[in-house]
């Protein structure tokens, strides 16, 4: 029959000879540099005023997919974003999609004005 005392020995021997092979880990050593786990949430990027393209490559920096993209009659913002959602600085679950509203000529078109 095995005694208690000797399996907490056995167990002694093993983490000496553990530190013996490895000291620089457990002496005071800087501890390794592993990279941080990805962050759950993030933050919203704003991308309003910005063209659809480089909204897109802004939220998937951030960790976030775009949505849905809707085209809104918009003369003085054509091709840019001028609307978000979820807005700019919100924090949001990583990998959530972001809606943009996107500037577009009216089907008549847009009066020039002088």
């Not at 997919?65 to 949001?92: H, M, W």
């Amino acid at each position: 029959m095995r005694h208690p005392f000797r399996a907490g020995l056995f167990a002694a021997v093993v983490a000496a000879g553990a530190l013996a092979v490895a000291p620089a880990a457990y002496a005071g050593a800087a501890a390794p540099t592993d990279p941080a786990p990805p962050a759950l949430y993030v933050l919203v990027p704003g991308v309003q005023g910005e063209t659809p393209d480089d909204a897109k490559g802004a939220l998937i920096r951030a960790g976030l997919t775009v949505g849905t993209v809707t085209g809104v009659e918009d003369c003085v913002n054509l091709g840019r974003v001028v609307k978000q959602d979820p807005a700019a600085k919100t924090l949001v679950l990583r990998g959530s999609a972001v809606n943009l509203t996107v500037g577009k000529a009216p089907a008549k078109g847009c009066e020039v004005t002088r």
